[in-house]
């Protein structure tokens, strides 16, 4: 068993009324996770989550005067595990709202397949142009975003072994639908160097 307890603190600026589709602030959050013992685990270990989320509207004056909208949206990832973690736990990556498979799948480096690339520390940088093209009134409302992503991410043991070499990238882009404000649908697809991969999921990435 790996069973533990989990916390986190954050700090949230984003539009009240845009919280699943926001077009500015900043979304920050520290989350912790402890398995021993004590929690009725045969492991133990300590796993600390640092992200840091902004979005910014770019040049809304142009945009907005022909109703679309064009948002820069990036996302900073550092995790770090200490202790006896076992190996199907080792790729997990939770945060307040994401959790993600190691440097792979919809939640990491897009373009690789969950749990690619695996270790003690992990850091993810992932960045997203988001246009909304054209909206519809059909079932509520619908609007369509239009976007390209960079992701790059690198794993290591340690802390000090995290340098400006290896980062595994990705690029790519898809198509959102944004339906009734708070409902996100979206499709994507990424190419790495080692292949592809698409994705399905509600939600924006971060």
Known sequence: YSNGVRGAVAYD????????NPNGG???????????????????????????RQYIDIAPQFFNQYDRELVFAYRLLGQ???????????GRIYTMRENAEGLGGNGGVRGYAANQFVDK??????AELRLTTFKIGALGGMDFVFLGYH???????T????????????????????????TIINISY???QYGSNGNFSFNHMF
Do not use: C
């Not at 770090?80 to 736990?89: A, I, K, L, M, S």
């Not at 520390?121 to 992932?126: E, R």
């Open 151 to 157: 992701d790059e991410g690198r794993v290591a043991p």
């Open 121 to 126: 520390v992990m850091t993810i940088a992932n």
């Open 13 to 20: 600026s984003r539009p009240r009324e845009r919280e699943s």
């Open 26 to 52: 900043i979304f920050t959050d520290l989350h912790v996770e402890g398995v021993g013992k004590g929690t009725g685990s045969h492991y133990s270990y300590t796993r600390a989550t640092y992200t840091f």
């Open 190 to 192: 990424g190419r790495s």
């Open 159 to 182: 802390r000090r072994q995290i340098d400006g070499k290896n980062w595994h990238r990705a690029n790519g882009g898809g198509v959102r639908i944004v339906w009734q404000r708070n």
């Open 80 to 90: 770090e595990t200490y202790g006896n973690v076992p190996f199907f736990e080792a």
